[in-house]
């Protein structure tokens, strides 16, 4: 079972792209995400972009770890 | 976002998520079970349990989608690859798993079984071979379930057909929460599964049987943030306002997919279904509905289960290690009898099943000794 | 497809056709004296006193990849088993059995790839034999080779010679040719690296030059470092230690490795020395092969320890532990 990686698509030709991460780069199918863009991370797993990254949750989640205390005021 | 991935594999912040969680002091012990095999193979990869304080067990619930296809299902596509003809498209690992043999075995014996790494490459042999009946053999929890939807959605051939085994883990994990004597103090919820299916799911099941739940991804500190957050819960035996903690903020929203959950709506229908080595868990399996149907491998070829095969060999454990009652290193054929290369259950076949991933890595679920 | 440009079944009969090809495509390319002489045997006499002989077999699928093709993988991997033996390598054999159909244009490339392999690691290749099978019964060429090479003084002892304390040194990142072969069959285009595929001479020469004697050495080729290790940790009766931190491996691998649900550990290398030194010989021998070709990324990655938990104990870089067996199984089919 391949396993879901994040990746970075170069190329978005209607429903189907190219992701690409340390220079292994994949067909992607875009199916699930339409809005998906150039430039977008990615989930991809066994073929299609299930899933988009967001950089602004990923920097607010590590500023969360990074403060004193780590989760505090959190859950 | 390439440095923001780095920075959740980063060690020191590693250390110092373990440090935390060391500090802790529940003045128990404390269970907490994920119900995903890439979590479990992360867990391994990482060599989280040496580190683990002794109050802490993270626990294998039933997380690999290949190690809970049951025995006919297999049996049912080796049937359609040895005596209807069919071409059988599966992922890897499931090639391996045994029912009264293996896919591979099959294949050995002139059954024409093939390895994909999605289900648009089985497509793709039908397009090729339009002369063969072509079955994708769909293994998978939601995160394979949509692509096999999409698939699907976007026309495949008429020698095109699906043998449906997909599973759902909210139902696995409502059945977990109702067996007596489970006494989990925190679930972590499955990565992948809920960058498609979202938290909604989940919320009934957490407010219901109050038992914290942080949903994790798979670098280490995603995981430690989440072990963190549950251990503090359960410490506590705190109500939080929100049930369940989103530890993977960046993949995982509320609502998931919408375009993804829309489509698996129009293709699939919920249906019991069978867990191997657990039994049935209502509304758990996926069956194709509507136009789809058509598509379907077991009405096409009018196959029936065989239910005389046994789920699991003499004395194999995998439906005990299946809902984390005993760890494989519990298991009497565990190494001696049962290994990666002689796999006799399925969690030991399974790159992620529990067995195979503590084999290849080796520690016990009990933290430090 | 013009039928003179293809490798018929008439090629194989030992005949004119026979003698044709074999002058055009193996004897145009290998030329050497022993070899001119067309005798049943090579007669050779540079060998000497004691001698290594080796014997491989190559099957690999597809027959081109990055980074090399089935020929170079040929000679390499001849010449990299006597080489980790303790053998200066002189002398292939290779035999080619040919799939009817197969282009003469491509046979003359694996030819051509493989001359160029010899020269750069000082072998001659003197003998040869060419089969041809029907098509359908070979997939384009499997190649079969002997190699035969002088030992030299300080030649490794075998495994019986490590001592606990030891170090563990590769020569270089591992799981390369693994990785690429694993790509290519699932559709992944890779950019950046190709194939390990590579004599080891250099890097074995570079340890010797700095007056260092490997205790050990094996080329890591099939079931890659882990089987390799955990096959001395059984030989010798003691584990090995490695640091995942100090294990060098390409991004790109490691991420082959997160999309297929594979190891690098257990991937295949086709040029790349995993060597056993003494303790106090690590830094040295790492830095003598990071000097020339072939050993860039060269690194101490471990220890021999008394026998544990494990045949191979990885110490993750967060600080827990993974074992490692020997990989009975492969997991990719035809990788060499």
């Given amino acids: 079972m391949c396993l879901g990686i994040p990746m970075k698509l170069v190329r978005v030709d209607g429903t189907v792209g190219t992701a690409e991460v340390d220079g292994v780069s994949r067909k992607v199918m875009l199916d699930l995400l339409p809005e998906a863009a150039v430039g977008d991370y990615v989930i991809v797993h066994a073929g299609y972009a299930i899933q988009s990254l967001d950089e602004k949750e990923a920097k607010e989640t590590l500023a969360l770890l990074a403060g004193a205390g780590l989760l505090e005021g959190g859950p | 976002m390439k440095a923001s991935v780095e920075s959740f594999r980063d060690a020191r912040t590693v250390e110092q998520l373990l440090t935390e969680i060391r500090h802790l002091s529940p003045g128990r012990q404390i269970r907490i079970m994920h119900v995903c095999g890439t979590h479990e193979n992360a867990i391994c990869q990482f060599g989280f349990r040496d580190l683990f304080p002794d109050w802490l067990t993270i626990v294998a619930g039933p997380g690999c989608p290949v190690c809970v296809c049951p025995a006919t299902d297999i049996d049912m596509a080796v049937r359609l690859a040895t005596d209807r003809g069919a071409i059988v498209a599966t992922f890897g690992d499931v090639v391996r798993v045994p029912a009264r043999t293996t896919l591979l075995e099959a294949k050995a014996t002139g059954g024409d079984c093939r390895v994909v790494y999605g289900i648009d490459d089985a497509v793709e042999i039908a397009r090729r071979e339009p002369g063969r009946e072509v079955v994708f053999f769909a293994v998978g929890f939601e995160t394979t379930s949509c692509t096999t939807a999409a698939a699907l959605r976007r026309g495949v051939p008429d020698n095109f057909s699906v043998l449906c085994s997909h599973r759902l883990v909210p139902p696995a994990l409502e059945a977990l929460v109702a067996m007596p004597g489970q006494g989990v103090d925190g679930f972590i919820l499955p990565g992948h599964v809920t960058t498609v299916m979202g938290i909604r799911d989940y919320r009934p099941l957490a407010s219901r049987c109050q038992i914290p739940m942080a949903v994790a991804g798979f670098e280490p500190v995603d995981m430690l943030a989440a072990i963190l957050a549950l251990s503090r819960r359960a410490a506590s035996r705190e109500r939080p306002s929100d049930p369940i903690f989103n530890a993977y903020g960046r993949a995982v929203r509320e609502d998931g997919n919408p375009v993804a959950r829309r489509i698996m709506d129009e293709t699939f229908e919920r249906c019991d279904a069978a867990w191997r080595g657990i039994g049935t868990i209502p509304g758990s399996g996926h069956r194709l509905r509507g136009a789809y149907a058509r598509q379907d491998a077991q009405r096409r070829f009018d196959m029936t289960p065989d239910e005389s095969i046994r789920d699991t060999h003499p004395g194999c454990l995998c439906g005990e290690v299946l809902l984390g009652r005993v760890e494989p290193e519990d298991c009497p054929l565990f190494r001696s009898h049962c290994n990666p290369d002689m796999p006799l259950g399925p969690c030991m076949v399974a790159l992620e099943g529990t067995c195979h991933a503590r084999y290849r890595h080796g520690r016990p679920a009990r933290g430090r000794s | ?336």
Avoid: W
């Fill in chain 3, 1 to 336: 497809m013009d039928p003179r440009d293809v490798v018929t079944l008439g090629h194989g009969s030992g005949g004119k056709m026979t003698h044709a090809l074999v002058r055009d495509v193996f004897m145009r390319r290998f030329s050497n004296p022993a070899l001119v002489a067309m005798g049943d045997s090579a007669v050779l006499d540079a060998v000497g006193a004691k001698v290594a002989f080796t014997t491989d077999a190559f099957v690999v699928s597809p027959l081109f990849f990055t980074g090399g093709d089935i020929g170079k993988l040929a000679v390499c991997g001849t010449v990299n088993d006597l080489a980790v033996a303790g053998a200066v390598p002189l002398y292939l054999s290779a035999a080619f059995i040919v799939e009817e159909g197969l282009k003469i244009a491509d046979l003359d490339l694996v030819a051509a790839s493989m001359a160029e392999a010899a020269t750069s690691a000082g072998v001659a290749i003197v003998a040869g034999d060419t089969k041809v099978v029907e098509r359908g019964h070979g997939d384009g060429v499997f190649i079969t080779t002997a190699g035969v090479g002088r030992m030299r003084q300080g030649a490794p002892e075998g495994p019986g010679s490590v001592r606990i304390g030891d170090a563990v040194v590769v020569s270089g990142p591992i799981g390369d040719h693994g990785a690429v072969i694993a790509a290519h069959r699932s559709g992944l285009a890779l950019e950046g690296f190709g194939s390990d595929c590579g004599a080891v001479t250099g890097v074995v020469d570079a340890m010797y030059r700095a007056g260092i004697r490997p205790r050990f050495m094996r080329d890591p080729t099939r079931g890659g470092i882990a089987t390799a290790l955990a096959e001395l940790a059984g030989q010798a009766g003691v584990s090995v230690a490695i640091r995942e931190a100090d294990l060098p491996v390409r991004d790109g691998v490691r991420t082959v490795c997160e999309i297929l649900g594979l190891d690098p550990l257990y991937l295949a290398c086709e040029g790349r020395v995993v060597a056993v030194v003494g303790a106090d010989d690590a830094e040295a021998a790492a830095s003598a092969m990071r000097e020339v070709d072939g050993g860039e990324g060269a690194r101490a990655i471990g220890e021999i320890s008394a026998p544990t938990s494990g045949p191979v104990v990885l110490r993750t870089r967060y600080g827990g532990t993974r074992l490692y067996d020997r990989l009975a199984s492969e997991q990719l089919p035809r990788i060499c």
